[in-house]
């Protein structure tokens, strides 16, 4: 009764609806805004459907209909909508969308028909969009990046695939009748005002544009877009690049960093996409001109798709191809039969060149397809013969593995031919498909004579993994654009610097070298204000990324200049002691802070009023190793714990849970090994300590007078810690990330910051692993206790600073939720996904590109996880419990008198103890 | 008069001074840097160690109690001498006379390839981190090369994890403190072959030298003295000094200290514990073993050849 009463209401609020058909006409938009949704939808009017029109049946979680006549869907929230078709067919997704603002990277939804994934894919993305400013020039100065901002705005676009296998979107196969489209965001929320399953139709090819377009003259008109001037972008890693190697680049000076050039190494994954407007000034036929470079991915070309005013005008621009070289080449759009006249009408048009995979995408979504199966069949190998197999044994395959074997054949000769039909697509020479030979031979070599098979393994293995990063090398598409140019005449007319300019511009940037100070960027000029003197760290990239989040938002804001040095790890020591050190030092590892505090060197945070609200905003754990006598020496940037990855297509195959409890993980562990894998876990005091917290014990026994491990916790954690290597024979040294790659070791608990690799390095796997809450142990009450240990790094105000209230502005700045989510979202859109920032601020955690899975996992893990907490002499500990393991874990590998694990941690205490001892009467505690 | 004759001296030595003026303006800017960058800080650190030192407050004198506790109480440092001992009569005599005899054997070479052999040897000592290969060949994984073919041929069942078992550790750190010992010692003995002039053999010769071993021993090494005694110095003072290629290889500490050398125990305290009074006192002692050390070398150097 109640959801009747509920359905009939949401029926009630959603009114009008909306025109489906919007097929591509001559009218533009000059506002782009709207203008950009304006896709190209040649629509079967019978099988769209509208979220308006009343067809909403149920809603999950936060979602909810606006009054405006949208669906409001949350991040992990669903709703379902009812549809009903009138022919069975293959039908592709469009979706009428605005993003919701502030939690960055692509939204990612899943849907499923009847409650069905029906074309195979766990989750589809649908891009945000980004607008960018003005860039700052200034003569005589640097450059600097502009302001970028997310917009909302009502988009439409298809579900393609974003790995870029697949040029053509997603097709789904539906049946006559009424079925239940269930929609789940999956990372970001979403307002949906439409969504359809159309029919997809190609594009008209060249000819018949022209020939509709034969009436039109060409004209004696030119209009050049600069390409770092852009509109939109899809994706934040599409920045503005500086060229400083051509004195041909607009615009140009050998004196000061021009943005003048847009993309290169970044703008390369599929479906990222540039906007660029273009003001033309009279109707007729125009030819594009280019001039580009693709000097990233050596003798091949990248692709993109050209869409005008959101549709592609006609076939053959869905892959332009851009042909790779070191220097800086001008294209013009067109075939071997000539140049492509493009008709456009005076005004405004919007110009988009969109990321595909292009003529190979075919052959590459073979190649993944086929290495899938190679992981598969390279693990049933595996269970015959363990990792190191035993070359002088025959292990008869044929009789043990033949469909395999014969399904490797036919691989072998399909990879065969792949590489011959890659050769004739691209024109590229052999050498790019060096791996596909190598691998086919290889293969063919292995199943004509199995008894080889065991040998070449290991090689096996590692053409694998090259075959791997060939594929992920070969779907990005890097490019980047000086200019585009609209002319009525087909050669480029515009004027080119000759020689002699090149060579004046090389002297030029010689003399610049002399006198140009490369390091300092923004702020440091401005007397006025009170200089703050910050160091980090970490790397250059790190370091421009906050120096850019400086110069925008704090000098501004806060009226201080400020200087920002990348300095080695040992540079602070000294400079405090000679007393030049910097105001605030970012970086450091948990012990840092408290090793300045007990010599007086670093501020007490808490002496400032608002520490205590403050400080709340940060993960308890994170915090504790900055916290002794009462005292805060530092705040964290980042925070780090271990997770539990596993492999759900292995623990699919053979039926196997996620493990809850270490006992069900030892069961597990087992059950891995008969089939001839493994599983990790820390080795060490965070692989001691997260046995240790489970069992209730601790590390120190007050403010660390002594070390709690001689209790009984202490000791028996040690035991049970132990017998995961001695008796489940878990290894001690092992690279998770290559045989979690291969399967062999599907699951294992990692820091969690390895998602960060696996996500970049195993794109093969990109969709069958994942991350959750480490297991824990199951206390009286039946609650699981998941602690682990946790490490986090800080950012510390020197004492001797000056400017102790301004450097807490600062520290209260850098770590506030705004800037933590900012600078983690840029850091990833300059270095790609590998440098997925893991803050330790709660609410800037949630802002990241984590799913709603992640996020969830990873907060439930955060709350669990503790610290081991920093005390004078504290060092001794990790160094002791390193010695106990090796001392226990030898002993058992080589079978000579096993060592008692509870009698090796005692044989430590006094030393540890001594040392703590000593250490607090040195500080007088 | 007693007094007039050392006056007369003092004065001639000054006045020696002033008329070799140029060669002292010449030899300056040298010294200069030497004292501050070499004297001064030798200077600097034995004062240190009389004091307790947290390098960011003041030091405060403490008179021998770094030292006491060094020598009766640091029952590890007593563990680090007796390794840096074992490494330095290991690798500094070894790696000495594998020099010696290797310079030798591609002096015999044509010169062609005597370039192309030297820097083969010379090679691991440039090559800065090269002993990080071992770490591949003896990596504690499974598929570490030598794991891996032990456990192929059935030697071992679990992989061994090489350097964090105390009962490799030091012989392969020896191994590969060997391996990459071959440094300026050994070019400059290579050097000293090459200069031989031909006519001293002739001359031995016809004196009745009777094999190459006795023109090794009576001819080429007493004319080499300067360059043996250059080789063993180095040698000598780098087998001493041998800390961050044990840290890289077997971790810092290595296990149970079994492979902690004084140079390792001088960076535990000085940069993990803050502790640079003792670390100095650690420091002085190193000094005062590798003086002895290399007098020891000269007395032995003297008696080549006879």
Same mark, same amino acid.
């Given at each position: 009764?109640?959801?009747?009463?509920?359905?009939?209401?949401?029926?009630?609020?959603?009114?009008?609806?909306?025109?489906?058909?919007?097929?591509?006409?001559?009218?533009?938009?000059?506002?782009?805004?709207?203008?950009?949704?304006?896709?190209?939808?040649?629509?079967?009017?019978?099988?769209?459907?509208?979220?308006?029109?009343?067809?909403?049946?149920?809603?999950?979680?936060?979602?909810?209909?606006?009054?405006?006549?949208?669906?409001?869907?949350?991040?992990?929230?669903?709703?379902?909508?009812?549809?009903?078709?009138?022919?069975?067919?293959?039908?592709?997704?469009?979706?009428?969308?605005?993003?919701?603002?502030?939690?960055?990277?692509?939204?990612?939804?899943?849907?499923?028909?009847?409650?069905?994934?029906?074309?195979?894919?766990?989750?589809?993305?649908?891009?945000?969009?980004?607008?960018?400013?003005?860039?700052?020039?200034?003569?005589?100065?640097?450059?600097?990046?502009?302001?970028?901002?997310?917009?909302?705005?009502?988009?439409?676009?298809?579900?393609?695939?974003?790995?870029?296998?697949?040029?053509?979107?997603?097709?789904?196969?539906?049946?006559?009748?009424?079925?239940?489209?269930?929609?789940?965001?999956?990372?970001?929320?979403?307002?949906?005002?439409?969504?359809?399953?159309?029919?997809?139709?190609?594009?008209?090819?060249?000819?018949?544009?022209?020939?509709?377009?034969?009436?039109?003259?060409?004209?004696?008109?030119?209009?050049?877009?600069?390409?770092?001037?852009?509109?939109?972008?899809?994706?934040?890693?599409?920045?503005?690049?500086?060229?400083?190697?051509?004195?041909?680049?607009?615009?140009?000076?050998?004196?000061?960093?021009?943005?003048?050039?847009?993309?290169?190494?970044?703008?390369?994954?599929?479906?990222?996409?540039?906007?660029?407007?273009?003001?033309?000034?009279?109707?007729?036929?125009?030819?594009?001109?280019?001039?580009?470079?693709?000097?990233?991915?050596?003798?091949?070309?990248?692709?993109?798709?050209?869409?005008?005013?959101?549709?592609?005008?006609?076939?053959?621009?869905?892959?332009?191809?851009?042909?790779?070289?070191?220097?800086?080449?001008?294209?013009?759009?067109?075939?071997?039969?000539?140049?492509?006249?493009?008709?456009?009408?005076?005004?405004?048009?919007?110009?988009?060149?969109?990321?595909?995979?292009?003529?190979?995408?075919?052959?590459?979504?073979?190649?993944?397809?086929?290495?899938?199966?190679?992981?598969?069949?390279?693990?049933?190998?595996?269970?015959?013969?363990?990792?190191?197999?035993?070359?002088?044994?025959?292990?008869?395959?044929?009789?043990?593995?033949?469909?395999?074997?014969?399904?490797?054949?036919?691989?072998?000769?399909?990879?065969?031919?792949?590489?011959?039909?890659?050769?004739?697509?691209?024109?590229?020479?052999?050498?790019?498909?060096?791996?596909?030979?190598?691998?086919?031979?290889?293969?063919?070599?292995?199943?004509?004579?199995?008894?080889?098979?065991?040998?070449?393994?290991?090689?096996?293995?590692?053409?694998?993994?090259?075959?791997?990063?060939?594929?992920?090398?070969?779907?990005?598409?890097?490019?980047?654009?000086?200019?585009?140019?609209?002319?009525?005449?087909?050669?480029?007319?515009?004027?080119?610097?000759?020689?002699?300019?090149?060579?004046?511009?090389?002297?030029?940037?010689?003399?610049?070298?002399?006198?140009?100070?490369?390091?300092?960027?923004?702020?440091?000029?401005?007397?006025?204000?009170?200089?703050?003197?910050?160091?980090?760290?970490?790397?250059?990239?790190?370091?421009?990324?906050?120096?850019?989040?400086?110069?925008?938002?704090?000098?501004?804001?806060?009226?201080?200049?400020?200087?920002?040095?990348?300095?080695?790890?040992?540079?602070?020591?000294?400079?405090?002691?000679?007393?030049?050190?910097?105001?605030?030092?970012?970086?450091?590892?948990?012990?840092?802070?408290?090793?300045?505090?007990?010599?007086?060197?670093?501020?007490?945070?808490?002496?400032?009023?608002?520490?205590?609200?403050?400080?709340?905003?940060?993960?308890?754990?994170?915090?504790?190793?900055?916290?002794?006598?009462?005292?805060?020496?530092?705040?964290?940037?980042?925070?780090?714990?271990?997770?539990?990855?596993?492999?759900?297509?292995?623990?699919?195959?053979?039926?196997?849970?996620?493990?809850?409890?270490?006992?069900?993980?030892?069961?597990?562990?087992?059950?891995?090994?008969?089939?001839?894998?493994?599983?990790?876990?820390?080795?060490?005091?965070?692989?001691?300590?997260?046995?240790?917290?489970?069992?209730?014990?601790?590390?120190?026994?007050?403010?660390?007078?002594?070390?709690?491990?001689?209790?009984?916790?202490?000791?028996?954690?040690?035991?049970?810690?132990?017998?995961?290597?001695?008796?489940?024979?878990?290894?001690?040294?092992?690279?998770?990330?290559?045989?979690?790659?291969?399967?062999?070791?599907?699951?294992?608990?990692?820091?969690?910051?390895?998602?960060?690799?696996?996500?970049?390095?195993?794109?093969?796997?990109?969709?069958?692993?994942?991350?959750?809450?480490?297991?824990?142990?199951?206390?009286?009450?039946?609650?699981?206790?998941?602690?682990?240990?946790?490490?986090?790094?800080?950012?510390?105000?020197?004492?001797?600073?000056?400017?102790?209230?301004?450097?807490?502005?600062?520290?209260?700045?850098?770590?506030?939720?705004?800037?933590?989510?900012?600078?983690?979202?840029?850091?990833?859109?300059?270095?790609?996904?590998?440098?997925?920032?893991?803050?330790?601020?709660?609410?800037?955690?949630?802002?990241?590109?984590?799913?709603?899975?992640?996020?969830?996992?990873?907060?439930?893990?955060?709350?669990?996880?503790?610290?081991?907490?920093?005390?004078?002499?504290?060092?001794?500990?990790?160094?002791?419990?390193?010695?106990?393991?090796?001392?226990?874990?030898?002993?058992?590998?080589?079978?000579?008198?096993?060592?008692?694990?509870?009698?090796?941690?005692?044989?430590?205490?006094?030393?540890?103890?001594?040392?703590?001892?000593?250490?607090?009467?040195?500080?007088?505690? | 008069?007693?007094?007039?004759?050392?006056?007369?001296?003092?004065?001639?030595?000054?006045?020696?001074?002033?008329?070799?003026?140029?060669?002292?303006?010449?030899?300056?800017?040298?010294?200069?840097?030497?004292?501050?960058?070499?004297?001064?800080?030798?200077?600097?650190?034995?004062?240190?160690?009389?004091?307790?030192?947290?390098?960011?407050?003041?030091?405060?004198?403490?008179?021998?109690?770094?030292?006491?506790?060094?020598?009766?109480?640091?029952?590890?440092?007593?563990?680090?001498?007796?390794?840096?001992?074992?490494?330095?009569?290991?690798?500094?005599?070894?790696?000495?006379?594998?020099?010696?005899?290797? =310079?030798?054997?591609?002096?015999?070479? *044509?010169?062609?390839?005597?370039? /192309?052999? &030297?820097? $083969?040897?010379?090679? !691991? +000592?440039?090559?800065?981190?090269?002993?990080?290969?071992?770490?591949?060949?003896?990596?504690?994984?499974?598929?570490?090369?030598?794991?891996?073919?032990?456990?192929?041929?059935?030697?071992?069942?679990?992989?061994?994890?090489?350097?964090?078992?105390?009962?490799?550790?030091?012989?392969?750190?020896?191994?590969?403190?060997?391996?990459?010992?071959?440094?300026?010692?050994?070019?400059?003995?290579?050097?000293?072959?090459?200069?031989?002039?031909?006519?001293?053999?002739?001359?031995?010769?016809?004196?009745?030298?009777?094999?190459?071993?006795?023109?090794?021993?009576?001819?080429?090494?007493?004319?080499?003295?300067?360059?043996?005694?250059?080789? =063993?110095?180095?040698?000598?003072?780098? *087998?001493?000094?041998?800390?961050? /290629?044990? &840290?890289? $290889?077997?971790?810092? !500490? +290595?296990?149970?200290?079994?492979?902690?050398?004084?140079?390792?125990?001088?960076?535990?305290?000085?940069?993990?514990?803050?502790?640079?009074?003792?670390?100095?006192?650690?420091?002085?002692?190193?000094?005062?073993?590798?003086?002895?050390?290399?007098?020891?070398?000269?007395?032995?150097?003297?008696?080549?050849?006879?």
């Amino acid at each position: 009764m109640q959801n009747n009463k509920l359905t009939y209401f949401l029926t009630l609020l959603t009114v009008t609806a909306i025109t489906v058909t919007q097929c591509f006409t001559d009218s533009f938009v000059t506002k782009a805004e709207n203008a950009l949704s304006e896709f190209d939808f040649t629509c079967d009017s019978e099988v769209s459907y509208s979220a308006s029109a009343g067809q909403i049946s149920k809603l999950y979680g936060k979602a909810a209909v606006t009054s405006d006549d949208t669906v409001y869907i949350p991040n992990g929230s669903s709703a379902e909508f009812a549809i009903s078709v009138s022919q069975t067919g293959n039908y592709v997704y469009a979706m009428k969308y605005m993003s919701e603002i502030g939690t960055g990277g692509s939204i990612e939804i899943s849907l499923s028909i009847d409650g069905e994934e029906k074309s195979g894919v766990a989750s589809y993305t649908f891009p945000r969009l980004y607008s960018q400013g003005e860039i700052n020039t200034e003569k005589g100065k640097d450059d600097s990046q502009p302001e970028v901002e997310e917009l909302s705005v009502w988009q439409e676009y298809y579900a393609y695939d974003n790995t870029g296998y697949n040029n053509a979107p997603y097709t789904f196969e539906i049946a006559t009748g009424v079925h239940t489209v269930r929609i789940e965001a999956i990372r970001g929320g979403l307002y949906i005002k439409k969504l359809s399953f159309e029919s997809f139709n190609e594009p008209n090819d060249y000819i018949s544009y022209s020939t509709f377009h034969s009436d039109k003259t060409e004209v004696s008109a030119s209009k050049t877009v600069q390409a770092e001037n852009f509109l939109y972008k899809n994706d934040t890693t599409i920045i503005p690049k500086s060229d400083s190697t051509s004195a041909e680049t607009q615009p140009q000076s050998a004196f000061a960093r021009r943005l003048n050039t847009v993309g290169g190494s970044s703008w390369k994954t599929a479906r990222s996409a540039v906007t660029w407007e273009v003001d033309i000034p009279e109707s007729g036929i125009y030819y594009i001109h280019m001039r580009y470079r693709q000097n990233v991915k050596d003798g091949i070309f990248s692709s993109r798709k050209l869409y005008i005013d959101g549709a592609v005008p006609f076939s053959e621009v869905q892959a332009i191809r851009f042909e790779g070289g070191s220097d800086w080449q001008e294209k013009t759009f067109g075939n071997e039969n000539g140049e492509y006249g493009f008709y456009l009408t005076k005004g405004k048009h919007l110009i988009t060149l969109e990321v595909v995979v292009g003529d190979m995408a075919e052959s590459f979504s073979e190649i993944n397809e086929l290495m899938a199966e190679l992981n598969d069949i390279y693990r049933e190998i595996i269970m015959v013969t363990g990792s190191s197999p035993d070359i002088y044994r025959d292990y008869s395959f044929e009789k043990l593995i033949p469909q395999e074997l014969t399904r490797l054949e036919e691989i072998g000769n399909r990879l065969n031919e792949l590489e011959k039909q890659i050769i004739e697509l691209s024109e590229a020479d052999d050498g790019y498909t060096a791996i596909l030979e190598k691998l086919s031979y290889q293969i063919l070599d292995m199943t004509s004579n199995p008894r080889k098979i065991a040998k070449q393994l290991s090689r096996f293995k590692s053409n694998l993994g090259s075959l791997a990063s060939w594929l992920l090398e070969g779907v990005e598409q890097p490019l980047q654009i000086d200019w585009i140019c609209f002319d009525g005449e087909k050669d480029y007319q515009g004027e080119r610097k000759g020689f002699f300019a090149s060579v004046g511009f090389g002297i030029q940037r010689l003399f610049a070298s002399f006198v140009k100070d490369y390091n300092s960027v923004g702020a440091d000029e401005q007397s006025t204000a009170t200089t703050l003197k910050i160091w980090m760290q970490t790397g250059r990239d790190q370091a421009e990324v906050l120096r850019e989040l400086i110069d925008t938002r704090f000098c501004k804001d806060y009226n201080a200049a400020v200087q920002l040095q990348v300095v080695g790890a040992g540079t602070l020591l000294p400079s405090v002691l000679a007393g030049t050190g910097p105001d605030i030092m970012l970086n450091n590892a948990s012990g840092d802070p408290i090793n300045y505090a007990i010599r007086n060197a670093v501020t007490d945070l808490t002496e400032f009023d608002d520490f205590e609200e403050f400080s709340e905003n940060f993960f308890d754990a994170a915090v504790e190793p900055f916290r002794f006598n009462g005292s805060v020496y530092a705040l964290p940037e980042t925070f780090s714990f271990p997770m539990f990855f596993y492999r759900m297509d292995i623990f699919e195959k053979y039926g196997w849970e996620v493990p809850q409890t270490l006992s069900d993980m030892k069961i597990l562990a087992s059950e891995l090994q008969a089939k001839g894998m493994n599983m990790s876990f820390p080795v060490g005091v965070t692989g001691y300590g997260t046995v240790l917290y489970q069992n209730g014990g601790s590390f120190y026994v007050g403010e660390g007078e002594a070390t709690a491990l001689d209790n009984e916790e202490g000791l028996s954690s040690f035991e049970e810690y132990m017998k995961l290597y001695t008796l489940y024979t878990l290894p001690a040294l092992y690279s998770f990330v290559n045989r979690f790659r291969t399967g062999e070791m599907p699951c294992g608990v990692e820091d969690y910051t390895i998602y960060n690799t696996l996500a970049v390095y195993a794109p093969e796997i990109v969709g069958l692993w994942k991350m959750v809450p480490i297991p824990g142990t199951e206390k009286s009450d039946g609650t699981i206790d998941r602690s682990t240990v946790g490490t986090s790094v800080g950012t510390m105000i020197i004492k001797s600073s000056k400017n102790q209230q301004l450097s807490w502005e600062f520290v209260k700045w850098w770590l506030s939720e705004d800037i933590q989510s900012t600078y983690g979202r840029n850091l990833e859109s300059l270095l790609g996904s590998a440098a997925k920032y893991n803050t330790a601020n709660r609410t800037a955690l949630q802002k990241m590109t984590w799913s709603y899975q992640e996020y969830t996992a990873l907060t439930e893990q955060a709350e669990w996880t503790r610290a081991i907490p920093e005390v004078p002499g504290g060092y001794y500990l990790a160094r002791t419990v390193t010695f106990a393991f090796n001392r226990v874990y030898n002993a058992n590998t080589e079978q000579s008198v096993a060592e008692d694990p509870t009698e090796v941690i005692k044989d430590y205490i006094s030393e540890i103890n001594s040392e703590l001892e000593r250490k607090r009467k040195e500080f007088g505690l | 008069m007693q007094k007039n004759i050392s006056d007369a001296k003092k004065m001639s030595v000054f006045r020696q001074m002033g008329r070799k003026k140029i060669c002292y303006l010449f030899s300056l800017p040298y010294m200069i840097f030497f004292f501050t960058f070499t004297v001064f800080p030798v200077i600097i650190s034995v004062i240190l160690s009389f004091t307790d030192f947290n390098m960011l407050e003041m030091p405060s004198f403490v008179g021998f109690s770094n030292y006491i506790h060094l020598f009766f109480n640091d029952s590890i440092f007593v563990k680090a001498i007796k390794n840096t001992v074992v490494l330095a009569v290991a690798v500094g005599p070894g790696g000495y006379i594998l020099s010696l005899l290797f =310079a030798w054997f591609i002096n015999e070479l *044509s010169p062609k390839l005597r370039a /192309l052999v &030297t820097l $083969l040897f010379y090679a !691991p +000592s440039i090559a800065g981190n090269g002993y990080m290969i071992w770490q591949i060949m003896f990596s504690s994984d499974e598929y570490g090369y030598v794991n891996s073919i032990l456990l192929r041929f059935g030697m071992i069942q679990e992989p061994i994890l090489w350097f964090s078992n105390t009962k490799y550790m030091m012989m392969l750190i020896i191994v590969i403190s060997l391996w990459s010992s071959m440094g300026t010692g050994f070019l400059s003995l290579i050097a000293g072959f090459q200069g031989m002039d031909k006519a001293y053999y002739e001359a031995a010769a016809i004196d009745g030298i009777k094999n190459r071993f006795q023109e090794l021993w009576y001819i080429t090494l007493p004319m080499m003295k300067p360059q043996l005694m250059f080789s =063993a110095v180095m040698s000598i003072t780098s *087998s001493f000094s041998v800390g961050p /290629l044990i &840290t890289a $290889l077997c971790g810092y !500490p +290595s296990t149970d200290y079994a492979v902690h050398t004084i140079m390792n125990h001088l960076t535990d305290y000085g940069t993990l514990r803050y502790e640079m009074g003792y670390a100095s006192a650690i420091a002085t002692v190193l000094f005062l073993v590798m003086i002895f050390s290399n007098t020891l070398i000269k007395r032995l150097i003297g008696k080549v050849g006879q």
